[in-house]
């Protein structure tokens, strides 16, 4: 499957901080970038869709002032978590998309907001 | 949008049982089913997937049906192991490559 390289794995901060975590797709070019938010016990939720070089769409209820999402590259995509709070607290996975490809996932960050 | 229910929530089998893990989805549109296993703490890997031109594949103790119909589909693993214990996730999306809807999950645990 897909190599798909996310850090950092594991954060811990204070509430007010911003915190930016890196997707790379290491050996294909994701023209698409899904960012999923899976909070303990319960699946994972689509956050946002992102295309390389064009602004994110984000899913109802997700504050895009909040969760900034970055896809400057077809390898690289960045979602920063701004001013972060501890209901933001949650498991963070991106995953790259290929056109008619199964898609595979980062080993995912888990933040905790203090 | 897509909404997709996952039954059962939690199953409990004896080790060499089989598992059955039961999805239903609602837009029509839809035509690609992955299916993930998570262990705790860990990313989702996929273990099988299937499209909408095929009603069943199989590999090796995993297998998957789809009825397009009825807008189902189901995992089945056979001959369980305690490695199998961990959360399976079906998901539902317009095509491999497209955003996922994910069921809420199906937390298996295999007892030796």
């Known amino acids: 499957g897909a190599v798909v390289s996310q850090h950092p794995s594991w954060v811990i901060c204070k509430s007010g901080t911003s915190v930016k975590i890196e997707c790379r797709s290491l050996d294909f070019q994701a023209t698409t970038m899904f960012w999923y938010r899976q909070f303990p016990k319960q699946s994972l939720m689509l956050m946002a869709t992102?295309?390389?070089?064009?602004?994110?769409?984000?899913e109802q209820g997700v504050e895009k002032d909040k969760f900034l999402i970055n896809h400057a590259s077809l390898t690289l995509s960045t979602l920063t978590v701004t001013s972060a709070h501890p209901e933001d607290s949650s498991f963070y996975i991106c995953?790259?998309?290929?056109?008619?490809?199964?898609?595979?996932f980062g080993d995912g960050t888990r933040l905790s907001i203090l | 949008g897509e909404n997709v229910e996952q039954h059962p929530s939690t199953l409990s089998v004896q080790e060499g049982d089989s598992a059955v893990i039961k999805c239903t989805y609602s837009?029509?549109?839809?035509?690609?089913f992955p299916w993930y296993k998570q262990e705790l703490g860990k990313r989702p890997q996929l273990i099988i997937d299937i499209r909408s031109n095929v009603g069943e594949k199989k590999d090796q103790r995993i297998a998957v049906t789809l009825n397009k119909t009825a807008k189902h589909f189901s995992l089945h693993i056979t001959e369980t192991q305690p490695e199998d214990s961990a959360v399976y996730f079906c998901?539902?999306?317009?095509?491999?490559?497209?955003?996922?809807?994910f069921g809420g999950g199906t937390r298996l645990m295999v007892k030796p």
């Open positions: 992102s295309n390389e070089g064009s602004k994110a769409t984000y």
């Open positions: 837009d029509s549109a839809s035509n690609y």
């Open positions: 995953s790259p998309g290929q056109a008619n490809q199964p898609q595979h």
């Open positions: 998901a539902a999306s317009l095509g491999a490559g497209n955003m996922l809807t």
